[in-house]
């Protein structure tokens, strides 16, 4: 009996991924068939994005690389959605000297982008944030965040994250798996293929990645990962305070069990040990920091959950780095000007 319920459930999601790809495939196609219009704003757009729900460790990308176009030079703005934000409308987040409200209203990952001096404007309308902020400040490129589905905005560049520990081409489509749409669509419309999440795998694994997406015949980087500082916003750590201390981890991302391996290796480089883990469900607002009252040095958790904290005695944030080679800036630049 079972094993019939078990089938009729594979089949009812099987059918419902149909129909979920098939909608998606649509909505894409009647935008860029010119059957919906697609707004141009008066300078280049990056689009940053991915095909999978989850964290695939975007914001940090465009952390990394709006804070690269800045060295040298140019005046970037992030345009963002603000996902679970309490507020509505256009609402301009930081101008890049100053954040004008709390993360709540602007959503954490806009926060957190914020926070690394970088202007920030969420909406649900990427344009209308856009020619909000011309005139206002100084603008040479935005950077749309989480763009790859918001096929309302022309872009000159679609920049694809690949989850290096859950790659696209080994997943479903909603709700079988976590495909937002058909990797046929990642194929033809990804300008370039980003790998993260590489910490984690060994150079076999990660060799297997960069093989199978040379076959899409696009051009492919990799994320060189960075975790060697603790953070509390304020002042930064070395990871060696850690050294012989007991330690509780805690994270509300879209893959904790990815921030929790990280964190194993770490304890393993810098001799710490892990007593606690506390999983909390993605983008969770902490208005109860419900941790287990246990006897720890430091409660370590991430960027993103750590700017949403009220208490944060004996918390501090892994410091999440990525850096690409010079290469991939090079590709960006010469395809948006």
Same mark, same amino acid.
């Given at each position: 009996?079972?094993?019939? #319920?078990?089938? %009729? ?26 059957? /919906? ?13 991915? *095909? ?21 030079? +140019?005046? =970037? ?15 301009? =987040? ?8 709390? #993360?709540?209203?602007?959503?954490? $990952?806009?926060?957190? *982008?914020?926070?690394?001096? %970088?202007?920030? =404007?969420?909406?649900?309308?990427? +344009? ?5 902020? @011309? ?33 696209? #081409? ?15 669509? =990642?194929?033809? +419309?990804?300008?370039? &293929? ?6 984690? @795998? ?18 492919? /980087?990799?994320?060189? $990962?960075? /975790? ?18 007991? *330690? ?27 007593? $606690?883990?506390?999983? &909390? ?17 430091? #409660? ?19 410091? !999440? ?7 991939? !800036?090079? $590709? ?6």
């Amino acid at each position: 009996m079972k094993k019939i #319920w078990k089938d %009729i459930k594979d089949f009812i999601f099987y059918f419902l991924s149909e129909i979920y790809g098939f909608l998606a495939v649509l909505r894409r196609d009647l935008y860029y068939g010119g059957f /919906f219009k697609q707004k141009a704003l008066p300078r280049p757009v990056i689009s940053v994005g991915n *095909i999978n729900v989850g964290g695939t460790g975007k914001t940090p990308i465009v952390i990394s690389l709006a804070k690269k176009l800045q060295e040298m030079g +140019y005046y =970037v703005v992030v345009l963002s959605r603000g996902y679970k934000r309490k507020s509505k409308g256009t609402v301009l =987040v930081s101008d890049g000297k100053n954040i004008f409200v709390d #993360w709540e209203k602007a959503g954490d $990952e806009p926060y957190l *982008i914020a926070k690394y001096g %970088i202007p920030v =404007v969420v909406s649900e309308d990427r +344009y209308k944030a856009g020619k909000s902020i @011309l005139g206002k400040i100084p603008v040479d490129i935005f950077i749309l965040d989480d763009g790859f589905q918001h096929y309302q905005l022309k872009r000159n560049i679609d920049i694809v994250v690949v989850d290096g520990t859950r790659p696209f #081409w080994e997943d479903e489509l909603l709700p079988l798996g976590t495909l937002r749409e058909p990797i046929e669509a =990642v194929i033809e +419309y990804a300008d370039i &293929f980003l790998l993260n999440k590489l910490y984690t @795998l060994n150079l076999i694994e990660q060799k297997r990645l960069e093989l199978h997406l040379k076959n899409y015949l696009k051009p492919i /980087f990799s994320a060189k $990962e960075k /975790f060697e500082k603790l953070t509390n916003f304020e002042d930064d750590f070395p990871l060696a305070i850690l050294s012989k201390k007991r *330690i509780g981890i805690f994270s509300g991302l879209g893959n904790n069990r990815q921030f929790f391996k990280v964190m194993d290796i770490l304890s393993r480089k810098y001799n710490f040990c892990i007593t $606690e883990r506390v999983s &909390f469900p993605d983008h969770y607002d902490y208005k109860k920091l419900d941790l287990p009252d246990v006897e720890v040095d430091y #409660w370590i958790t991430t960027e993103k959950d750590f700017v949403k904290l009220e208490y944060t005695y004996k918390i501090l944030a892994l410091k !999440y780095e990525v850096s690409f080679e010079e290469e991939f !800036y090079k $590709e960006v630049i010469d395809r948006i000007f």
